[in-house]
């Protein structure tokens, strides 16, 4: 029997997928959570196999999560399932340790036996987010201009981004120049949502 656990900040999203694993012989669903930052209790509490994670979820997103079970070094292998089919998000989350990366409207019988895989110690990832990722080469940003790009998604000033990252506005203007010129945008914000767009934040 196969231990999974599940953590997806959607109540309905979350219950669909355990009920449609449950169905399965061969995998259990042990335990649910809401949030990124419940996972690695979670973990040491009911000892999932594998982990079925979402990105996107309060506390700590999908891929902090995976540097935090890294950490951890508890025994369980994760398995990405998002909404959120970007390249950008299945380079980070591969690189961070994900076994499996899988959309959400993946059929249940593909879902159940991705599970199977990422437990034998395969990698499984969705065949259409791979080839655009290898289409679309690795994220050209650096880590600092992820975070000023971060910064100016909501249209935010300069002075306002120095002062949050604790950098000179020079210094900030410098990130968004070259972000801007990597992404091939005229604007700090549309940078920003072209970055976003494609998992690069």
């Given at each position: 029997?196969?231990?999974?656990?599940?953590?997806?900040?959607?109540?309905?999203?979350?219950?669909?997928?355990?009920?449609?694993?449950?169905?399965?012989r061969d995998i259990q669903v042990v335990a649910q959570v809401g949030r990124g930052d419940e996972?690695?209790?979670?973990?040491?509490?009911?000892?999932?196999?594998?982990?079925?994670?979402?990105?996107?979820?309060?506390?700590?997103?999908?891929?902090?999560?995976?540097?935090?079970?890294?950490?951890?070094?508890?025994?369980?292998?994760?398995?990405?399932?998002?909404?959120?089919?970007?390249?950008?998000?299945?380079?980070?989350?591969?690189?961070?340790?994900?076994?499996?990366?899988?959309?959400?409207?993946?059929?249940?019988?593909?879902?159940?036996?991705?599970?199977?895989?990422?437990?034998?110690?395969?990698?499984?990832?969705?065949?259409?987010?791979?080839?655009?990722?290898?289409?679309?080469?690795?994220?050209?940003?650096?880590?600092?201009?992820?975070?000023?790009?971060?910064?100016?998604?909501?249209?935010?000033?300069?002075?306002?981004?120095?002062?949050?990252?604790?950098?000179?506005?020079?210094?900030?203007?410098?990130?968004?120049?070259?972000?801007?010129?990597?992404?091939?945008?005229?604007?700090?914000?549309?940078?920003?949502?072209?970055?976003?767009?494609?998992?690069?934040?």
């Amino acid at each position: 029997m196969i231990r999974v656990l599940l953590a997806d900040d959607q109540a309905l999203v979350r219950g669909a997928l355990a009920a449609l694993l449950d169905l399965e012989r061969d995998i259990q669903v042990v335990a649910q959570v809401g949030r990124g930052d419940e996972v690695v209790e979670a973990v040491r509490s009911s000892h999932p196999q594998v982990c079925l994670l979402d990105i996107e979820m309060p506390g700590l997103d999908g891929i902090a999560v995976l540097g935090a079970l890294a950490e951890s070094g508890l025994p369980t292998r994760a398995l990405m399932v998002t909404t959120f089919g970007r390249p950008g998000y299945l380079r980070r989350a591969m690189d961070a340790g994900a076994r499996g990366f899988v959309v959400k409207d993946t059929p249940a019988p593909e879902l159940a036996e991705a599970v199977r895989r990422v437990h034998a110690g395969v990698r499984v990832v969705d065949p259409t987010l791979a080839t655009e990722s290898l289409i679309g080469g690795p994220n050209p940003l650096t880590e600092r201009e992820r975070e000023v790009l971060r910064q100016a998604l909501d249209g935010a000033p300069v002075q306002t981004i120095a002062s949050r990252l604790f950098l000179s506005p020079g210094t900030v203007r410098n990130y968004l120049s070259s972000a801007i010129g990597k992404t091939g945008s005229t604007t700090r914000v549309e940078a920003a949502k072209f970055a976003e767009d494609r998992g690069w934040l």
